[in-house]
């Protein structure tokens, strides 16, 4: 048989938005570190690596630093984790709703804000990249005792939200 090649440059790397989650400890970091220019390492993912570029940020503000810091010098980009992005945008939206936990607005206007500033910060990175990799954890719901569904470890309708955001 014969190895064929499609039309078109080969040299060219990937380009959109790929999700990448599992369980713990699996290689989800290795992987996306092996795909992207930079890391943005929202936890602790990194540190058995070698020769990874990445910032460390540990507040949303420095977060977005870190993105326009990368911006200025890389073309792809990994979020590694999505759940500890996610926390960090909960954090703020109940700042901005003057409430102690999500939940507690009314009709749940305040998942709703999260859900939104989560999908425009991910839209923010397709605009500003080439690539972005987007790292989350694996959540396993038993849907019926004969059942299982595996998903990105995020609340409610997010989960299939991001996914559906990602190539």
């Known amino acids: 048989m014969e190895l064929k090649t499609t039309e078109g440059n080969e040299n060219m790397p990937p380009k959109g938005i790929i999700l990448i989650y599992g369980q713990p400890k699996i290689g989800k970091s290795t992987l996306a570190a092996g795909l992207v220019d930079v890391v943005i390492d929202l936890g602790d993912g990194l540190g058995h690596l070698k ?12 977060l977005k630093e870190s993105i326009n810091l990368a911006y200025r ?6 979020i590694d984790t999505l759940d500890v992005l996610n926390n960090w945008i909960e954090d703020e939206v109940c700042q901005e709703l003057g409430t102690d936990e999500m939940g507690e607005a009314g009709y749940g ?18 605009n500003s990249f080439d690539l972005v990799v987007l790292v989350g954890h694996q959540k396993l719901a038993i ?25």
Do not use: N
């Open 109 to 126: 206007s305040d998942w709703g804000k999260s859900r939104r500033k989560v999908l425009e910060f991910i839209h923010q990175l397709r």
């Open 143 to 167: 849907v019926e005792e004969s059942s299982k569904a595996r998903h990105v470890d995020l609340p409610g309708k997010l989960s299939r939200y991001v996914t559906a955001q990602c190539d």
């Open 73 to 78: 010098d890389f073309k792809s980009i990994c």
């Open 51 to 62: 020769g990874v570029k990445y910032y460390r940020p540990t507040t949303m503000k420095e």
